[in-house]
Nanobody
Framework: QVQLVESGGGLVQAGGSLRLSCAAS????????MGWYRQAPGKRRELVAA???????KYADSVTGRFTISRDNAKNIVYLQMNSLKPEDTAVYYC??????????????WGQGTQVTVSS
């Protein structure tokens, strides 16, 4: 089993920036892809960004050009740098993993999530 702990959320004004972190522990050898999802009130959870062990990335159209995902394979941490934040980015952000590829995400247990609130 893989345990995930997210951090870095908070309250920010529109146009501001935040960086989220997700640390993985446990059966980390099984992880290929890591990524971020978000869920706003009344909406379905959606993939925001993902990255595989080789550094290939995938982004939701709504965040392309504003968000950047990166990972430290040695420390098993994935980051999400969020710039030019908009009120519609407000959501709980969750980390998850994929054993084989980005396409196999979400494949693991969910962390507790971290709240991101963007004020207008």
């Amino acid at each position: 089993q893989v345990q995930l702990v997210e951090s870095g959320g908070g309250l920010v004004q529109a146009g501001g920036s935040l960086r989220l972190s997700c640390a993985a522990s446990g059966s980390i050898f099984s992880i290929n892809a890591m990524g971020w999802y978000r869920q706003a009130p009344g909406k379905r959870r959606e993939l925001v960004a993902a990255i595989n062990r080789g550094g290939n990335t995938k982004y939701a159209d709504s965040v392309t050009g504003r968000f950047t995902i990166s990972r430290d394979n040695a420390k098993n941490i994935v980051y999400l740098q969020m710039n030019s934040l908009k009120p519609e980015d407000t959501a709980v952000y969750y980390c998850n993993t994929g054993t084989i590829s980005i396409a196999t995400m979400p494949g693991g247990s969910w962390g507790q999530g971290t709240q991101v609130t963007v004020s207008s």
